[in-house]
């Protein structure tokens, strides 16, 4: 008989009997639908690159090879937020899994579905400080939903079945798959499963009918209620049902950096977004509620401002799918351990249309908040503003799937677009710098139809630069724009205003690449666009361009990022407001 796994041509379908641990695991990835690997080959993986080459020449897989791990697990979690799916990345054992490290930490601090797998020094070798070997399963103990190592080949169709579930199902996260050599190389009778039992894991949780009353109770009688929405609800897709409680009750919404997208910005409901950098109304409108209705929030630090302070006046319902962040820093009222989605439909089966709105005079008191501190780009005369420029993306393309890197450009994004559910994609939690370009390249590889568009900082950029390789490899066709003002800016805003002005480290003009050379050294377009030329007509050549471009948009160096609650102030002492009286309705 010939040995399955050893032979180019082999359909999956004929995977079955005498293989290798490598073919094993290749076949059972490809059984779980994965289309796309991120990742970068080594020693300890070469036999699963074997199989991935095999993979590939059969039509089954493709790999995309990226220039340093760090980005193929941005890449597989950019990938994952864009679809819902579960992104999957792969790298050698030692240097080749401590790149990855990052990677998981963004994935698991944003609850972001993905499977990471590792090679591994051999199995006899373990624990001899052997080349390359690193406890990678030690490493990241703290950063993944769950990890393995497999210790035979037959545990491998097990626990492949077993990581995509564990990594997709309840609050999703990183699973880690680490795969000793001689375990790959190994034959063995392979048996594919389709079947995950796992004794001990819930993820279909029923939530407490009780409570959803008591919500419902509390919902009926609030005059000034406010829905605050968090990346939960986008993981849950649970949108159509937020916009359904927000209208039958007239309910305004705020969404967190991570819920984005879960609402619609532009429709007169929306509060925009709260927290550090949030819009003032929406910071206005959390500390005046009298109850907050939390929909896969979680209540961060970034969001809450001083803890103490937050939501004072605020009866709290917190719905989220995870038991352990049901209270972790609000008591709540109301606890619902569920998925949001799910909550949500019940809550509307067991009201109407026909509900008492209670809302009006707090909608009216919102619109003033609105009307006195709007959140508008400013323009500058013989400089580029910042903001202008991303929301001119944001004109231009309001329908795009945007990424960001880390510091202000991101809270300018977070401010002036307004695109749909998944479509804004940031790491918030972690808030990984060198985080956007990989990311994007994961959203242009799972979605190729859709224009996608990499906001980022020059320092960001320069953490995951070598990345333009991969997208000149394969022609990912994504737009980068550099908001470019030759600083680390979010670290120089907190310099100026809270150490004197002392820079320290932070200046980034000295040893500034050319960009646009840059791009050129990797076979790519690059642009320079600054005040003297005309925004619009640059945006829309960008947008129109066929093929990745990178594009250093030279903005005025020193703009701050307003509105912005001090570190450990409350958000009702934001700073970079309009001078206006702002007096809270409460009656
Ligand atoms: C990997 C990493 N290192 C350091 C930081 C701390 N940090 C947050 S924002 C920032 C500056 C970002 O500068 P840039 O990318 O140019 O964006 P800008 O703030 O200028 O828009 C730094 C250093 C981080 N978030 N991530």
């Known amino acids: 008989m010939q040995k399955t796994g050893q032979k180019t041509g082999q359909t999956i379908e004929q ?8 073919f094993a695991l290749i076949d059972s990835i490809i059984r779980q639908g994965v289309k796309h690997l991120f990742g970068y080959p080594g020693g300890a993986i070469l036999p699963v690159y074997d199989e991935i080459y095999k993979a590939e020449e059969r039509g089954d897989l493709v790999h995309i090879l990226v220039r340093h791990e760090q980005a193929a697990a941005h890449a597989a979690d950019g990938y ?40 591994q020094v051999p199995s006899k070798v373990i624990g001899t400080d052997a080349f390359q070997e690193t406890d990678i399963w030690g490493i990241t103990l703290p950063i993944v939903k769950h990890s393995y190592m497999i210790r035979q080949p037959d545990e491998i169709a097990r626990i492949v079945a077993e990581a995509f579930h564990i990594a997709s199902t309840g609050r999703p996260g990183p699973v880690l798959i680490d795969i000793p050599k001689d375990i790959a190389h190994q034959f063995f009778d392979y048996e594919p499963i389709q079947k995950v039992e796992l004794l001990g894991y819930r993820s279909d949780i029923k939530s407490d009918l009780d409570q959803i009353s008591a919500a419902i109770k509390l919902i009926r009688q609030a005059k000034r209620p406010l829905l605050y929405v968090g990346g939960g609800a986008i993981i849950a897709d649970a949108h159509r049902e937020i916009k359904q409680l927000a209208d039958r009750f007239q309910i305004p919404v705020t969404t967190t950096l991570m819920g984005k997208g879960a609402f619609d910005e532009n429709a007169h409901l929306s509060v925009g977004m709260l927290g550090m950098h949030g819009a003032a109304y929406a910071n206005f409108a959390v500390q005046g509620c009298d109850l907050l209705i939390a929909a896969g929030a979680r209540f961060d630090d970034r969001v809450t401002g001083k803890l103490d302070a937050f939501a004072p006046e605020a009866q709290v319902i917190h719905i989220d799918i995870d038991p352990a962040e049901v209270g972790k820093n609000r008591k709540p009222e109301v606890a619902i351990t569920g998925d949001v989605k799910q909550v949500l439909a019940s809550i509307l089966s067991a009201t109407s249309y026909e509900e008492e709105i209670l809302t009006k005079d707090w909608l009216k008191q919102i619109q003033k908040w609105k009307n006195e501190q709007p959140l508008v780009a400013p323009h500058y005369v013989g400089e580029l503003s910042p903001q202008e420029v991303i929301a001119e993306f944001g004109k231009q393309a309001p329908h795009a799937f945007y990424t960001t890197d880390v510091g202000q450009h991101q809270m300018w994004a977070a401010q002036f677009l307004k695109n749909g559910p998944r479509q804004w994609i940031s790491s918030a939690g972690l808030g990984t710098m060198g985080y956007g370009m990989p990311a994007a390249l994961g959203v242009k590889v799972a979605l190729p139809g859709e224009q996608v568009i990499c906001i980022s900082g020059d320092a960001s950029f320069q953490m995951n630069l070598q990345e333009l390789a991969t997208l000149a490899q394969y022609g990912i066709n994504i737009k980068i724009a550099i908001i470019n003002n030759g600083w680390q800016g979010m670290v120089r805003q907190w310099q100026k205003k809270y150490y004197d002005g002392r820079y320290a480290s932070s200046d980034m003009e000295v040893g500034m690449p050319n960009f646009v050379k840059l791009a050129e050294a ?44 001090p570190p450990g102030a409350s958000n009702s002492e934001m700073e970079g407001l309009r001078e206006v009286s702002r007096e809270l309705v409460t009656g």
């Open 522 to 565: 990797f076979g790519l377009k690059g642009m320079l666009v600054t005040f003297e030329d005309d925004l619009q007509a640059a945006v829309a050549q960008i947008l129109a361009y066929e093929g990745p471009i990178l594009v250093d948009f030279r903005v005025k160096r020193d703009e701050n990022c307003y509105p912005m609650v």
């Open 15 to 22: 995977a079955t009997g005498q293989a290798t641990g490598a």
């Open 80 to 119: 994952a937020r864009a679809t819902g799916k579960v992104g999957v990345c792969i790298a050698t054992s030692g240097p080749g899994a401590t790149n990855l490290v990052t990677g998981i930490a963004t994935a698991q601090m944003d609850s972001i579905p993905l499977v990471v797998i590792t090679g």
